[in-house]
């Protein structure tokens, strides 16, 4: 388990649609029902969100989950 | 809340800075003494020493049994206390891990003044007289535990002809300021972590 906690490390492209939709981080914070310091701990990867507000988030911005969280792939083979 | 105990909420709150002021005239002056010759020195010890004191020590005790007994009190007043907030999933995950982390230094705090507390260390010169030739000096130490605190009271009176250099018989604090540190220590130690973890 510790192995595979290294390996990956969750990302995301929140701060992109936001941009995208002109939204401040207030404003998306207050229609998703979070504090703005949970979007920027999202947005800066300090935090990944539970599954729930995962989902709240892909459908307030009508897209899918995968495509705003994803796994960023570190290379272990030196590790290895 | 009730409004009963908004209301005690309320004097234990306002009448606190009257109480410290009261304290420290009272230690300041021989208010007692000055209470019987002067007007004003009387009414400020009737009002703070009677009416002040005696309120807020019956509304602070009423507030600790209800924090124990009630677990809507112990929320609304604890977490306003420790400003505890938890208004969404991130801050309910930071608050465990505050917590988390104040628990366990705080169970550490505790083993550690609990070995203090029963440690028992003393050195000292044996008189001449009764001294075995080439063992002028005593070291003892030990580990003591009572039930009660009498028992801790009467070690240090042990009437001994030995000149005690150094002498520790559990901690030199009493019961009040320790469970005060802990409580600071509680609030202190859980608003670091939720800083550290902010």
Redesign the interface.
């Known amino acids: 388990m510790g192995k595979l906690e290294q390996q990956l490390k969750m990302t995301n492209r929140l701060n992109v649609l936001r941009a995208e939709q002109r939204l401040t981080q207030e404003q998306l914070a207050k229609a998703i029902?979070?504090?703005r310091?949970?979007i920027v701990?999202i947005e800066g990867g300090g935090?990944n969100?539970?599954l729930?507000?995962a989902f709240r988030l892909a459908r307030f911005f009508k897209k899918d989950i995968s495509t705003i969280f994803f796994i960023e792939e570190e290379d272990t083979n030196e590790k290895i | 809340m009730k409004k009963f105990d908004a209301v005690v909420m309320k004097v234990l709150l306002y009448e606190l800075p009257v109480l410290v002021l009261f304290i420290l005239s009272y230690k300041a002056l021989p208010l007692e003494h000055l209470a019987q010759s002067n007007v004003y020195a009387g009414i400020w010890y009737q009002i703070g020493g009677c009416y002040v004191f005696g309120s807020w020590i019956l509304g602070a005790l009423y507030v600790s049994v209800k924090l124990l007994l009630s677990g809507n009190f112990r929320q609304i007043v604890l977490t306003r206390m420790t400003s505890m907030r938890e208004r969404d999933e991130r801050e309910v995950v930071l608050t465990g891990q505050a917590s988390k982390n104040t628990m366990l230094t705080t169970l550490a705090i505790l083993i550690f003044l609990f070995c203090l507390s029963c440690l028992q260390f003393s050195y000292a010169r044996v008189p001449a007289e009764i001294a075995v030739p080439g063992n002028t000096r005593e070291v003892s130490w030990g580990l003591g535990f009572s039930l009660t605190g009498e028992d801790a009271e009467a070690k240090g009176t042990e009437n001994t002809p030995l000149e005690r250099v150094i002498e520790y018989n559990g901690l030199p604090l009493s019961t009040s300021v320790i469970l005060l540190g802990l409580i600071g220590w509680n609030i202190f130690s859980y608003k670091y972590y939720m800083k550290k973890y902010e």
């Open positions: 029902g979070v504090t310091a949970t701990a935090y969100p539970s729930e507000l």
